[in-house]
């Protein structure tokens, strides 16, 4: 079992930035692909951001998000962070880590997840 626990989201105006934190315990991450995915009020989860657990760290962006936002981890703090700039109220949502076995864009392709943590974009 892999336990999850979400950071670092808040109130932010717009063009602003947040760094989430997604600290894991319970096992190593190390062979765990890892995502965010984020939801709205009122809508479905929505894929964010997704990096490999290989050596290459491949990474994964939802179009909406690209060149905003900078999903990384480090192995040896057991913890991935989500890099969130240029925020718009749009990005208003609460904001879940997820860990799966592989790399992909699709939510339930996770088998672990947080709890959450709210992002709110607003003036």
Known sequence: QVQLVESG????????SLRLSCAASGRTISRYAMGWIRQAPGKEREFVAA?????????YY?????GRFTISRDNAKNTVYLQMNS??????????????TILTRSTGGYDYWGQGTQVTVSS
């Open 9 to 16: 989201g808040g109130l932010v105006q717009p063009g602003g």
């Open 51 to 59: 990096v490999s657990w290989i050596s290459d760290r491949t990474t």
């Open 62 to 66: 939802a179009d909406s998000v690209k």
């Open 87 to 100: 925020l718009s109220p749009e990005d208003t949502a609460v904001y879940y880590c997820a860990a799966g």
